[in-house]
């Protein structure tokens, strides 16, 4: 019983209406729809015409309705848009400050935030804002608006406004609807005028992101702004001092409080190590990052790359209203059709004008006739109304042969209202200046319309000379290079083996220590049996009793040689082999035997630079066994598969091996390659060959700053921009260098070798900031060429050819170096060098093993002897 009817009696309850089940899902339906409907085509996708969304138009129509060159409250401008805007003034207010911080169309004052630093702009009762002069001059003009009536029929509101630029690329456009988004990315203002010229001109453009925090782009993955694309943005991070990283630039979509945030949980989490951290940002940004002693600033940059928001990506997704329809375009597609519509606008304007100045002249020769042959004076005896306008009509038919349309009753009317004043002080002459002016402007207005293409480029000229300074490109383009986690990652928690009960893990403190490592690497375990193992680093983790070496494992790795000799199940002969391990399924046990049970090994080592050591092989005495002891040389067996049989050693049973000698490389040196796209050293072969590398060598780096200096070749070092020279350094090879020495003002030479290789040098003379370098050479025998400036009243001087080894001797690297001319010079120009063979030492190489695949069985009396350099783990049996 309903508790309303309780307390009715039961015959007035009987007379109350019966419950009846009502169906809402066609309700749901419908009215889902709706509102699905008025969020995406109200709310938050904006329209491809104009490149508002309808928030952002009502602002920038009620901004005109209040513009008279000054200033208004923006509290004032949200309360008159909420005449147009049907819902609260908070949403007004927050649409109102995005487009003030994107400082295109609205000229602000206060208060109004930060983009950078995430600060919020003041209440809109303490900020102002006007129409900026750019937007008074694209976005409005009434006589080729469509209108509308407002929510609530009061009012008037456009529904477009004519907007006659690419505005929706230029700010760009974020919104959540229902069932859809839409993310448009800002782009340059220069390079969109630049495109809607090329389109105009029909020649093809492309176009990329920029964004107003600046930073650095990979936009190789944009995918011209559509679905499926995605751009990796990276803050800009340079070493101000050995152990110091500044970041001067961040992501777009992060701040400097979310990016500080990002570094501190991650040097929490051990996955980077700092000391400090400062925010300096005011107009500019500047976070400086303080590292603690011994802590490599490229292997940290990358980490924060890495671990950190100061590398993220964007995927764009280009929605746009058509036809009051959501419709998916790519940037390309909507700059063409933004492009069209400026042009269609463009014409509708010129054809107004022109409606205009045809009205001007008619009228105005209308008014010449009437006063110039005095036909006012028929109307004097008229006493009607009809009998006026006909007597002007027939004084003026013998006169209007020569006008461009009919005279109607309503160009008559307005002859009437003609003032005496004016008839008597007309002067025919200003008529007619005033008539051909008219019929200039005429003709210019339909020359424009004959070339409407070239009258629409010269548009877009004009605006990117008058409006185009200081908006140039702030986001760098590049490609990244991909950095892998588990190599720059802080080693931030120990390793530790058990190695008679086979665990490894960061939790066993009570037991051996193995290394340092972070807790994203794989750690690489081999056993006695002749197993091996690559897992993940936990706490606790069972790969097999009796343990014999446990490292951190490196994907790739071609260089780390592993040398080994093994049993052959309980009685069977023993073998030898060596391999690399450069890919493996994480948690798979590998057996590196012939999987026969009982198998073991004798020997183990680890060779981290693929070194090959002797071995000292004991045989056990068993019957008439007369060589009991010979030796192994791993430098003569060959690099192959993990799961290769290998090469017998003896059929006999082996007592031990031990380590005679240790050994040398048998790898080739490893060659080097620049990739100047990313600016970064690899090995796969991306970019310039700087030459094959062993241990001992390095690069020489020369900045157009003048430092020289010389660095371990580590594919994990980032190389800035003012890099003018980066090659093999050659220690006994003489370095060039010409400088402009600002105190004397005079051209100066010099040679001179690195004296230290582990610091870098300042070789530029003198102490004055305005000397520069002008060029640089490594050649053995450099030329330059001296070209002379010409002296007012002497001939020109011919051009002089210096050879700078015959002219300077070797020097100290601080040596101020010898004057190179007196003369005032024009040019300096870097010549062909001189021919110079060099002296090479010829080495002896050793094949690579990988390159092989032919398997030997090698006798025990052909191995020979050699050197290694290895970790050993000796067996007895």
């Known amino acids: 019983m309903d508790i309303e009817n309780q307390d009715l009696l039961p015959e007035e309850q009987d007379n109350q209406p019966k419950e009846q089940l009502i169906r809402v899902t066609g309700m749901y339906k419908d009215w889902f729809l709706d509102y699905a409907s008025y969020v995406i085509l109200e709310r938050a996708v904006p329209a491809v015409e104009d490149g508002f969304k309808p928030v952002q138009r009502r602002i920038m129509h009620s901004m005109k309705d209040l513009d008279d060159g000054r200033y208004n409250k923006v509290a004032n401008i949200v309360g008159h848009t909420m005449q147009y805007h049907p819902h609260g003034d908070a949403s007004i207010g927050d649409a109102m400050v995005q487009i003030g911080q994107k400082d295109l169309l609205i000229d602000t004052q206060g208060n109004w935030g930060n983009v950078l630093t995430g600060d919020r702009a003041a209440a809109p009762r303490y900020i102002e804002a006007r129409l900026s002069k750019f937007a008074t001059e694209v976005i409005y003009n009434p006589k080729i608006t469509e209108w509308q009536l407002s929510y609530d029929g009061r009012k008037k509101e456009p529904v477009n406004l ?22 448009i990315l800002p782009h340059n203002f220069n390079e969109l005028i630049d495109a809607s010229i090329k389109h105009l001109k029909g020649k093809k453009f492309t176009l990329f992101p920029d964004f107003p925090t600046a930073g650095e782009a990979d936009v190789s993955n944009y995918n011209d702004g559509e679905r499926g694309g995605r751009v990796r943005i990276r803050a800009k991070i340079s070493q101000y001092d050995k152990n110091t990283l500044a970041i001067t630039e961040i992501p777009f979509g992060t701040t400097t409080s979310t990016l500080i945030d990002s570094i501190l949980k991650a040097n929490d989490k051990g996955k980077i190590k700092i000391k400090r951290i400062e925010d300096n940002t005011a107009e500019f940004v500047e976070i400086l990052i303080y590292l603690p002693p011994n802590i490599s600033p490229d292997k940290t940059i990358d980490a924060l790359y890495a671990f950190t928001n100061c590398e993220n990506s964007v995927a764009p997704l280009g929605c ?12 390309t597609e909507m700059l063409k059709r933004s492009t069209d519509h400026t042009l269609s606008l463009l014409k509708s304007d010129l054809e107004i004008k022109l409606d205009e ?5 008619h009228f105005a020769s209308l008014e010449r006739i009437f006063i110039e042959n005095r036909i006012y004076r028929d109307i004097e005896e008229e006493e009607t109304w009809e009998g006026v306008i006909n007597a002007i009509d027939n004084g003026l038919k013998p006169h209007v042969t020569h006008l461009r349309r009919a005279v109607t009753e309503e160009d008559i009317t307005r002859l009437t209202e003609i003032r005496i004043k004016r008839i008597s002080k007309f002067d025919i002459d200003k008529a007619q200046q005033k008539i051909d002016a008219l019929e200039e402007d005429i003709a210019k207005i339909k020359h424009h319309l004959d070339h409407l293409v070239e009258y629409a480029i010269a548009y877009f000229t004009r605006l990117k000379k008058e409006y185009g300074e200081g908006k140039e490109r702030l986001t760098a383009l590049r490609l990244f290079d991909d950095i892998e986690a588990s190599k720059v990652a802080m080693r931030n928690t120990k390793l530790y083996v058990n190695r008679k009960e086979g665990f490894i893990g960061t939790s066993l403190k009570k037991d051996e220590f193995v290394t340092d490592c972070s807790d994203i690497d794989d750690i690489i375990c081999f056993t006695g049996d002749g197993k091996m193992m690559v897992s993940k680093v936990d706490a606790k983790t069972f790969v097999g009793k009796d343990i014999i070496h446990v490292a951190v494992f ?8 592993y040398n080994l000799i093994y049993r052959d199940g309980k009685n069977g002969a023993s073998y030898i082999k060596r391999f690399a391990v450069t890919s493996i399924t994480r948690d798979k046990e590998y057996d590196l035997t012939q999987g ?5 090994l004798s020997y183990f080592s680890a060779n981290y630079n693929g070194e090959a050591e002797v071995v000292t092989v004991y045989l056990r005495q068993v019957g008439s066994i007369k060589k009991l002891k010979f030796e192994i040389d791993f430098a003569d067996m060959l690099i192959k598969g993990r799961n290769v049989k290998g090469n017998i050693v003896t059929k006999y049973a082996i007592k031990r091996v031990e380590l005679k000698e240790e050994g040398v490389s048998t790898l080739k040196p490893r060659r080097i390659w620049f990739d100047d796209s990313v600016k970064r050293l ?3 072969e991306r970019g310039e060959l700087l030459g094959e590398f062993k241990g001992e060598d390095r690069l020489l780096i020369i900045t157009q700053d003048g430092i020289a200096k010389t660095i371990k070749p580590e594919l994990t070092t980032r190389f800035d921009e003012e890099i003018i020279i980066l090659e093999k350094w050659a220690p006994k090879k003489a370095i060039s260098a010409i400088y402009w020495e600002a105190d004397k003002e005079r051209y100066y030479v010099k040679r001179f070798q690195i004296e230290h290789p582990d610091k870098e040098d300042y070789f530029i003379g003198g102490d004055n900031e305005k000397s520069y370098l002008e060029l640089v050479s490594t050649d053995y025998i450099p030329q330059v060429e001296l070209v002379y400036a010409k002296l007012r009243g002497k001939d020109q001087k011919e051009s002089d050819i210096v050879n700078i080894e015959e002219f300077i001797s070797v020097k100290g690297i601080k040596a101020l170096g010898n004057q190179l001319t007196a003369e005032k010079i024009k040019q300096i120009n870097l010549l062909d060098p001189v021919p110079y063979e060099v002296e090479e030492e010829i080495e002896e190489e050793q094949e690579e093993s990988e390159e092989e695949t032919q398997s030997d069985t090698l006798e025990i009396g052909e191995l020979k002897k050699g050197s290694s350099e290895s970790q050993i783990t000796l067996f007895d049996e």
């Open 357 to 361: 100045l045809e009205e001007q002249w």
């Open 320 to 331: 746009v209203i058509i036809d009051n329809k959501p419709i998916f375009l790519g940037v």
């Open 162 to 183: 004519p907007v006659r630029f690419p505005l929706l690329l230029a700010q760009g456009a974020e919104g959540i609807a229902v069932g859809l988004s839409t993310r």
């Open 554 to 561: 490196k994907k790739k790795d071609k260089r780390t040689i």
């Open 596 to 600: 026969k049970k009982d198998s073991k």
């Open 682 to 684: 690899n090995v796969d």
